[in-house]
């Protein structure tokens, strides 16, 4: 079985300082690993993802994630906060065995960004 | 280009009750997934469609069902729904078994 652990509730930043937010997985051979960010009352908008290749991912709006297989962790980071990355993140996994393409999701990490 | 599009937004129904969201995927997408978000969780995933065949099932009970149409877009159903069933359901589209793409979500609430 596969599994995401975000073991931070919430991380509270000043802005202009860079984040971090944490994730580790479980999963049976090689991941796909992803980070998605959610708006109040909206859905999942993806932020980047890795497959293979480069430990460091490059997304959207000045995010990145460290990818280390020997932590199994995925952790996002951008260097400097914006007060509008206010929002929720969540990591998520998928394994490569079996058919189709099933997220397993962690419990998701509330940024803070404050001025 | 639209991208994935769920209706209704928000749904109000009672315990013992039927209910059917639905979801159409982003143009030239072929596979539909849902997942059910409770208040403060993550998305747990239902189940995925694909060529009109659920593909993957996730840990849900029987109430839970669904149907991909011909043209990709989907259903879901819940029946003699729980208050626990209270959630956002949210669709997502892929092509094939690439990155899924998230609809705003449809908000059940059963009282």
């Known amino acids: 079985a596969q599994s995401v652990a975000q073991p931070e509730d919430q991380v509270n930043v000043a802005e202009g300082n860079p984040l971090t937010v944490k994730c580790t997985y479980s999963?049976?051979?090689?991941?796909?690993l992803f980070w998605y960010v959610q708006y109040p009352n909206r859905g999942l908008q993806f932020l980047l993802k890795?497959?293979?290749?480069?430990?460091l991912v490059k997304g959207s709006y000045g995010f990145e994630a460290e990818f280390n297989k020997s932590q199994t962790s995925f952790h996002l980071k951008k260097p400097s906060a914006l007060v509008s990355d206010s929002a929720l993140y969540f990591c998520?996994?998928?394994?490569?065995?079996?058919?189709?393409?099933?997220?397993?999701f962690g419990t998701g990490t509330q940024l803070k960004v404050e001025l | 280009d639209a991208g994935v599009t769920q209706s209704p937004t928000h749904l109000i129904k009672t315990r013992g009750q039927q209910v059917t969201l639905r979801c159409s995927p982003k143009?030239?997408?072929?596979?539909v997934s849902w997942y059910q978000q409770a208040l403060g969780q993550g998305p747990q995933f239902i189940f995925q469609?694909?060529?009109?065949?659920?593909?993957q099932r996730g840990n849900f009970p029987d109430r839970f069902s669904g149907h991909q149409f011909p043209n990709y877009s989907s259903e879901l159903n819940v029946n003699a729904l729980l208050l626990g069933d209270s959630a956002l359901y949210l669709c997502?589209?892929?092509?094939?078994?690439?990155?899924?793409?998230f609809g705003p979500g449809t908000r059940l609430t059963v009282l």
């Open positions: 997502a589209s892929s092509l094939l078994e690439n990155e899924q793409f």
């Open positions: 999963v049976s051979g090689n991941p796909y």
């Open positions: 890795y497959i293979t290749g480069d430990n």
């Open positions: 998520a996994v998928r394994g490569l065995t079996g058919g189709g393409n099933k997220l397993t």
């Open positions: 143009s030239g997408h072929d596979t």
């Open positions: 469609y694909y060529e009109e065949e659920e593909r």
